[in-house]
């Protein structure tokens, strides 16, 4: 049996995998655009929050979804 490239055979995996989601493209795209952003923002508050950093980031500045809006043929 071929060992992947963290050494363990797929079915020794098998459960850490579950419940894993592996999006498609157009999917990935829906999650950015509809839950990421508040998820994001209420990740770093809480990090703020608990002096983890310094000042609250602008995620919306940070996140580029132009490659999967390309690669869904959505811009």
């Not at 990740?43 to 602008?58: G, H, N």
């Given at each position: 049996?071929r ?6 055979k797929?079915?020794d ?8 989601l592996l999006y498609?493209?157009?999917?990935s ?11 994001a923002?209420?990740?770093t508050?809480?990090l703020k929050?608990q002096?983890?950093l310094?000042s ?5 500045a940070?996140?580029d ?6 690669a869904v043929g959505a811009g």
């Amino acid at each position: 049996m071929r060992l992947h490239k963290v050494g363990a055979k797929p079915a020794d995996l098998k459960e850490s995998f579950q419940g894993v989601l592996l999006y498609r493209p157009k999917q990935s795209l829906a999650f950015m655009q509809k839950r990421w952003l508040p998820l994001a923002a209420q990740v770093t508050a809480l990090l703020k929050q608990q002096d983890s950093l310094k000042s609250q980031p602008d995620v919306k500045a940070a996140t580029d979804s132009s490659f999967l809006r390309k690669a869904v043929g959505a811009g």
